[in-house]
Nanobody, 124 residues
């Protein structure tokens, strides 16, 4: 069993930055791929970024490529999402998810454990 808890959301002006953190429990964190997803009001959940267990492979949604950076620190059982040049359309609840298996996935249903989400609001 893995539990994940997100933090770091908040209100920021367009063009600003935020860093989301995701703390995961469990001794086997290093063997899990991790992903970030988001859901805006009235919209379906969408993929944002994902990272393999070893950080050797990373994927980003086209909408955030070049602005967001995902990273992980296995010593701290944590994964991060650095978000720069934020836009109002980035406003959403951001979720961290853990996937059994070392390869990442861009599909939410492939993830086994989810956090409760953290709100990110970008004002124009």
């Amino acid at each position: 069993q893995v539990q994940v808890v997100e933090s770091g959301g908040g209100l920021v002006q367009a063009g600003g930055s935020l860093r989301l953190s995701c703390a995961a429990s469990g001794r086997t964190f290093s063997t899990y791929a991790m992903g970030w997803f988001r859901q805006a009001p009235g919209k379906e959940r969408e993929f944002v970024a994902a990272i393999s267990w070893s950080s050797s492979t990373i994927s980003y949604a086209d909408s955030v490529k070049g602005r967001f950076t995902i990273s992980r620190d296995s010593a701290k059982n944590s994964v991060y999402l650095q978000m720069n040049s934020l836009k109002p359309e980035d406003t959403a609840v951001y979720y961290c998810a853990a996937r059994q298996g070392r390869d990442y996935s861009t599909v939410g249903n492939d993830y086994n454990y989810w956090g409760q989400g953290t709100q990110v609001t970008v004002s124009s």
